[in-house]
């Protein structure tokens, strides 16, 4: 693949140079078609090669050939890159804030594993905004009656004030970490994470689309000191119905991407997603797709009475072959190495990690980084968007000449130029 040329990343970057932005989210109606992109694309070649030649030859280029040469690459990018031709960072457990003092220090003295709590996220509009994170992951516990994660019995045991937020009091789905004792947040409830993205979305409503993994959460929790921990309710098939409900209440059906809009007429969303494929940029801009974390009983549970995901929000974590594969979780991109580009390149959208437990932020280690921005994951999650100074490694996540996202290094069409790809 072709990538951004020197001269193309500064011609996009000089200020008034850049093709103009229309406001407004862009036409979708219809998700999965491409214009013929084989004949724009040579003229982009064609351009940037005159350009360089004469940047070579120490030869001044006119401003509408620069002009000329951004609204190329641009009007590229919209039509003739899919979403899954892109990669992007995210941020893991995007909502959550380490314990206080002196909560934390006596759960990591109880049980060192706790020392992977040691991170914090800012807000989510301040992570699209200022990190350019463009994938984020909210862990959910059903509370249909609300107060069932209010008390905070951790901190209540040791006589801390538990600060509970009166959002904890409400009917819906809850936002935390692990019930009582890993429980601050940026955003208490599922629907006030959702109206934090709205209200970025709406005031960038040509940004690239956001994709958020939701973990579906009802694990009971170990209570040696009897403590009377929180037990969550299960979560099944009524539960998800109520989840893709809360979903539905804070979007309209235009701003999101559901497995309905990329099936199309096709039986299976794998026969659309490895034949039709995904939206195009133009058609996905401004727009949110959910993916659910969970597979094994919890993906069954979301498919109940959905065949194919038909009528459903999230996309599932599946396998290749199942008929509702489009989205594949591979947490580590180590374990083998040709896994994630074969299923990039087949089709479907990936989501890896970088670091994992705040290991690689400790040590330093970049090998798992690397790897995973080399395996053309369209997703690189990560807790460390920017550095822990606590830990003095300057350990750190970010997409290689990425704006916030660059040209798949896998499966990007020749023409994709990574300073074209966000259109704000």
């Not at 940026?186 to 993994?213: E, G, Y």
């Not at 959905?306 to 199942?322: E, K």
């Amino acid at each position: 693949m072709r990538e951004t040329s020197v001269a193309l990343v500064f011609l996009l970057l000089v200020p008034g140079l850049a093709a103009p932005v229309h406001g407004g989210r862009p036409d979708t109606g219809v998700l999965a078609a491409r214009d013929s992109c084989a004949r724009p694309e040579q003229r982009l070649l064609n351009l940037e090669a005159r350009v360089e030649r004469r940047l070579a030859r120490g030869l001044p280029v006119g401003r509408r050939a620069q002009r000329r040469l951004a609204r190329l690459a641009r009007r590229h990018a919209d039509r003739c890159v899919d979403l899954n031709e892109i990669q992007v960072l995210g941020s893991h457990n995007s909502y959550h804030i380490q314990p206080r003092e002196p909560l934390f220090g006596l759960l990591v003295a109880f049980s060192p594993e706790c020392l992977a709590w040691e991170y914090t996220h800012r807000p989510l509009d301040v992570q699209f905004e200022t990190q350019g994170i463009r994938q984020i992951e909210l862990d959910v516990f059903a509370d249909p009656e609300g107060g069932l994660y209010a008390r905070r019995r951790g901190a209540v045991a040791l006589g801390i004030d538990p600060m509970t937020p009166p959002e904890l009091h409400q009917p819906g789905f809850k936002v935390l970490h692990v019930q009582d004792l890993d429980f601050e947040t940026t955003c208490p409830t599922f629907v006030a994470c959702l109206q934090a993205i709205k209200a970025w979305s709406d005031a960038n409503p040509r940004h690239l689309p956001i994709m958020v993994l939701v973990e579906a959460k009802d694990e009971v929790i170990p209570d040696p000191l009897e403590l009377d921990f929180t037990i969550p309710l299960e979560i099944g098939p009524a539960e998800f119905d109520a989840l893709d409900a809360e979903i539905r209440s804070v979007f309209p059906p235009e701003q999101l991407i559901v497995p309905d809009d990329v099936r199309g007429d096709l039986p299976t969303l794998e026969e659309a997603v490895l034949t039709t494929g995904w939206p195009t940029l133009r058609a996905a801009r401004g727009r949110i797709l959910f993916a659910l974390d969970n597979g094994g009983a919890k993906r069954e549970a979301y498919l109940e009475g959905h065949p194919a995901l038909a009528g459903r929000v999230l996309f599932t974590n599946a396998s290749p072959g199942d008929a509702d594969a489009g989205f594949v979780k591979m947490n580590n991109p180590l374990v083998d190495p040709d896994a994630i580009p074969d299923l990039v390149a087949a089709g479907y959208i990936v989501r890896t990690r970088a670091d994992a437990d705040t290991l690689q932020a400790r040590s330093g280690e970049t090998r798992t980084r690397d790897a995973a921005l080399a395996s053309g994951a369209q997703f690189v999650s990560t807790d460390y968007p920017v550095a822990n100074p606590a830990f003095g490694t300057g350990y750190a996540v970010d997409i290689p000449d990425g704006a916030p996202a660059r040209c798949n290094p896998v499966n990007a069409p020749p023409g994709c130029r990574s300073a074209a790809l966000e259109d704000l």
